[in-house]
């Protein structure tokens, strides 16, 4: 089974900075199959990018995915205060990474 | 308008069996596979199945293979997660989700459920 590891398990930043978050795979996998999802406290998870770079319907210009192989990235810039959250990487529509807590420095 | 909407909190005692439910609409429900994702308390996202309501196809994690069963009626659409003997460690929330899957396009859960919270004690 593919394994999906995230990277940091915490980011401390501040609004208008830019967020990286990684996701690094086990094996090899098709960048179309790769997804990232946002959660709030208390909230389900939302859909943010599929297809390792391609926006949902709805989601801010300012969230982008990129990436290819076993490396992805979620790219999220001018932060807002609405963005801090956590956020999973998804492969293949099942396993998801365990998660980057983005939270206000 | 596509909603997913889920069954009420449970609170059960080890051993008893629960059956949740997760009901779909807005769209055509046997045309999409339905996933259910587990999340115990401060912890991750975690993949458990999926079942496809047109014929009933099912996929579980290795993880929880033989620890749930998922299962559709595509008659009322809704979809289920039962327990036959329930451990103190299935206390967690649980999520269905709408997975979208289109081979070489992608795959992913784009419409999710409010949630059930679960809670098994004695």
């Known amino acids: 089974e593919i394994v999906l590891t995230q990277s940091p398990g915490t980011l401390s930043l501040s609004p208008g900075e830019r967020a990286t978050l990684s996701c690094r795979a086990s094996q090899i996998i098709s960048s179309s199959y790769v997804a990232w999802y946002q959660q709030k406290p208390g909230r389900a998870p939302r859909i943010l990018i599929y297809?390792?770079?391609r926006r949902a319907t709805g989601i801010p210009d300012r969230f982008s995915g990129s990436g290819s192989g076993t490396d992805f990235t979620l790219t999220i810039n001018r932060l807002e205060p609405e963005d801090f959250a956590v956020y999973y990487c998804q492969q293949y529509g099942r396993t998801f990474g365990q998660g980057t807590k983005l939270e206000i420095k | 308008e596509v909603q997913l909407v889920q069954s009420g909190a449970e609170v059960k005692k080890p051993g008893e069996s629960l059956k949740i439910s997760c009901k779909g609409s807005?769209?055509?429900?046997?045309?999409?596979?339905i996933g259910w994702v587990r999340q115990m308390p401060g912890k991750g996202l975690e993949w458990m199945g999926i079942i496809h309501p047109g014929d009933s196809d099912t996929r579980y994690s290795p993880s929880f293979q033989g620890q749930v069963t998922i299962s559709a009626d595509k008659s009322i659409g809704t979809a289920y997660l039962q327990w036959s003997s329930l451990k103190a460690s299935d206390s967690a929330m649980y999520y269905c989700?709408?997975?979208?899957?289109?081979?070489?396009?992608?795959?992913?859960?784009?419409?999710w459920g409010q949630g059930t919270l679960v809670t098994v004690s004695s």
């Open positions: 297809g390792a770079s």
């Open positions: 989700a709408r997975h979208f899957r289109v081979a070489t396009v992608a795959y992913y859960f784009d419409y």
């Open positions: 807005g769209y055509s429900f046997t045309s999409y596979w």
